[in-house]
T-cell receptor, first 111, second 115 residues
């Protein structure tokens, strides 16, 4: 599986949009981009995923560039409860490849 | 619908002992993944099971092993425990029947401490 690169940390004001970038320049054609978040010592929580089209659900929006080498997770109105570590991974369960998780982005939402 | 459940929540062992961690996937999910997360670090992929078969394993020594049972629950066994095995061990399940793009859903982990 392809590796991903994310900023180590980001800050966001409460009520503003949080835009979290992820680079996955070695993504292969059939790999999906997944976003998860982990709140202190809990298991990661699935947020959203996509292949090449932009996706939106009740939690967030996912913007994938046309060349698929990068993506952005958007939390439209960040709250204090969105403070967490956000992970971006690329994977296709049809490929028997190891899953590689980076260190993620530690997002701090400030009042 | 019950989520992924892991037991025990906490486990304390001493060096050289053996540990068994258990995972029950979401009902209907046939794939199980195991991860190790040392304090302050990201997730390290350990093992992946599909329909009872091992699909892949991460870069861990053979003393880390596991299995998946016919009911799709899974065990992770760690032999000859070392101090650096202290970590949060996370299990995730996935609905393989839903297609290759189905996401993983995680339990809250087992905190293994080696004294």
């Amino acid at each position: 599986d392809a590796k991903t690169t994310q900023p180590t940390s980001m800050d966001c004001a409460e009520g503003r949009a949080a835009n979290l970038p992820c680079n996955h320049s070695t993504i292969s054609g059939n790999e999906y981009v997944y976003w998860y978040r982990q709140i202190h010592s809990q298991g990661p929580q699935y947020i959203i995923h996509g292949l090449k089209n932009n996706e939106t659900n009740e939690m967030a929006s996912l913007i994938i560039t046309e060349d698929r080498k990068s993506s952005t997770l958007i939390l439209p109105h960040a709250t204090l409860r969105d403070t967490a570590v956000y992970y971006c991974i690329v994977h296709n369960a049809g490929n028997n490849r190891k899953l590689i998780w980076g260190l993620g982005t530690s997002l701090a939402v400030n009042p | 619908e019950a989520g992924v459940t892991q037991s025990p929540t906490h486990l304390i062992k001493t060096r050289g002992q053996q540990a068994t961690l258990r995972c029950s996937p979401i009902s209907g999910h046939t794939s199980v993944y195991w991860y190790q997360q040392a304090l302050g670090l990201g997730l390290q992929f350990l093992l992946w099971y599909d329909e009872g078969e091992e699909r892949n394993r991460g870069n861990f020594p053979p003393r880390f092993s596991g299995r998946q049972f016919p009911n799709y629950s899974s065990e992770l066994n760690v032999n000859a425990l070392e101090l650096e095995d202290s970590a949060l061990y996370l299990c995730a399940s996935r609905n393989r029947g839903g297609g290759n793009n189905q996401p993983q859903h995680f339990g809250d982990g087992t905190r293994l401490s080696i004294l």
